[in-house]
């Protein structure tokens, strides 16, 4: 069964950064693309972000673009997500995706079970 | 900017049969938005019910089915159980790398 654990969230500072990672496991990591979605308290999910499988192709929201950077690191099975200039509106839960093919096109099929960002002074 | 549309709320009898709708503002729905739903219970991380538009993800019971019905995606539960009682979330692939989910629909059994 897929594997995708989250690390990296926690209290930061508005106009902070943050590095979220996602250690992959028990599926070929580097044939994949990779999303990043994002759940506010109470709130529905959000899509952020979602790369290629070589890393050569990034897809970002509106509401992150110019402020978060996707990558990987295929020899390592980990995704990341560099969160800059944080706002309070970034405090959310964030989860790491698996989709189903190399395509930026595919469906998610396999979630992590998150990790916590809080924006707060 | 594109809105895609979930009712908010939801009601089924136990073994009922119910249908969630996902469309859009500005168009309908068809195959190459990879539609996909999801199921989520509060304070754990959503599960793949359904993906390109009518695969089951593995260990999903086949009471769960997705499909295009008229402009929109659709999830249809039949036999409605008790813990069928959750959020439920789609998302469409709107081109160039985007995905933009639904509000979700919160089902009540009862």
């Known amino acids: 069964e897929v594997q995708l654990l989250e690390s990296g969230g926690g209290l930061v500072q508005p106009g902070g950064s943050l590095r979220l990672s996602c250690a992959a496991s028990?599926?070929?990591?580097?044939?994949?693309?990779m999303s990043w979605v994002r759940q506010a308290p109470g709130k529905g999910l959000e899509w952020v972000s979602t790369?290629?499988?070589?890393?050569?192709?990034?897809y970002y929201a509106d509401s992150v673009k110019g402020r978060f950077s996707i990558s990987r690191d295929n020899s390592k099975n980990t995704l990341f997500l560099q969160m800059n200039s944080l706002r309070a509106e970034d405090t959310a839960t964030y989860f790491c995706?698996?989709?189903?093919?190399?395509?930026?096109?595919?469906?998610?099929?396999?979630w992590g079970q998150g990790t916590l960002v809080t924006v707060s002074s | 900017q594109t809105v895609v549309t979930q009712e908010p709320s939801f009601s089924v009898s136990p073994g009922g049969t119910v249908t969630l709708t996902c469309g859009f503002t500005?168009?309908?729905?068809?195959?190459?938005?990879?539609p996909s739903w999801y199921q989520q219970t509060p304070g754990q991380a959503p599960r793949t019910l359904i993906y390109?538009?009518?695969t089951r993800s593995s260990g999903v019971p086949d009471r769960f089915s997705g499909s295009i019905l008229g402009n929109k995606a659709a999830l249809t539960i039949t036999g409605a159980q008790a813990d069928d009682e959750s959020d439920y979330y789609c998302?469409?692939?709107?081109?160039?790398?985007?995905?933009?989910f639904g509000g979700g629909t919160k089902l009540t059994v009862l």
């Open positions: 995706a698996k989709q189903t093919t190399e395509f930026s096109s595919s469906s998610i099929d396999s």
């Open positions: 028990r599926f070929t990591f580097a044939s994949h693309a």
């Open positions: 790369l290629s499988p070589g890393g050569g192709s990034t």
């Open positions: 500005s168009g309908s729905v068809s195959t190459t938005h990879y």
């Open positions: 390109n538009t009518n």
């Open positions: 998302v469409l692939y709107m081109g160039s790398g985007i995905k933009v």
